[in-house]
């Protein structure tokens, strides 16, 4: 069997959720006084706050004021913003093909734990996979590749060269070749396919339901 495990991001991957992410921090931001354009935030979602702080803040700025930032965020994402959050089409038939081949599942995510544990069950696929991962696993966010071995290390230390990725952004795929992953692309979060391949993306499919829909095309029907 050539892989053994996908690793999935779920932001933008199965859930329809960046533009809701991006305006929660610009709102956040805007209550710390500063005005940053949503398609600039929207850019860097796939980033954890460790990571997407320093692009719009100087060190001096993430150090005082960062931790509070990040607070504020989440607590504004979570009463606002996740209410609205909803699968994409096809994920958990998606996820039972892949248990029929035979693959461990897990979620890699620069979410909290906390965010993992309900989206897992919003999607209803608790049942299918092997671990979850989030921020709380890695020292630092993607694109480092902390969440992704983090994955590996929990679904049994499953070798790099038997895992494949799917995820939404750039920032994923980096993540992943850092760890010596492939990555499958999705263009459902927003990220433009060029994007997706620069970073490097080995397939590209529109969405989970496509990605089920032209499984036998894609690296998963590759054993």
């Not at 690793?7 to 859930?15: A, K, M, P, R, Y």
């Not at 081949?101 to 734990?113: E, R, V």
């Not at 965010?115 to 991962?133: N, P, R, S």
């Not at 994007?195 to 690296?219: M, T």
Request: net charge negative.
């Amino acid at each position: 069997m050539k892989y053994q495990a996908a690793i999935f991001d779920i932001d933008g991957t199965l859930l329809d959720s960046v533009d809701l992410h991006a305006e929660a921090w610009r709102q956040t931001f805007l209550r710390f006084g500063r005005e940053i354009p949503f398609a600039d935030i929207r850019a860097q979602i796939g980033k954890g706050g460790d990571q997407l702080l320093p692009v719009f803040f100087s060190e001096r700025e993430v150090a005082l004021i960062g931790k509070v930032m990040e607070k504020t965020r989440g607590v504004l994402f979570k009463s606002e913003f996740m209410p609205k959050v909803k699968p994409f089409p096809g994920v958990r038939a998606l996820f039972e093909r892949l248990k029929q081949d035979g693959y461990k599942i897990a979620l890699a995510s620069s979410a909290t734990k906390a965010e993992v544990e309900h989206y897992a069950k919003l999607l209803e696929i608790e049942d299918l996979i092997e671990a979850g991962t989030s921020t709380d696993d890695a020292e630092k966010s993607k694109p480092h590749p902390d969440i992704f071995e983090a994955a590996m290390e929990k679904l049994g230390k499953v070798s790099p060269k038997k895992c494949l990725t799917v995820g939404d952004t750039p920032y994923d795929a980096e993540a992943a070749a850092k760890a010596k992953i492939k990555t499958i692309g999705v263009l459902c979060g927003g990220f433009p396919e060029a994007d997706l391949k620069k970073a490097g993306a080995v397939a590209i499919f529109r969405d989970p339901e496509d990605l089920l829909r032209r499984y036998e095309e894609s690296p998963f029907a590759e054993n």
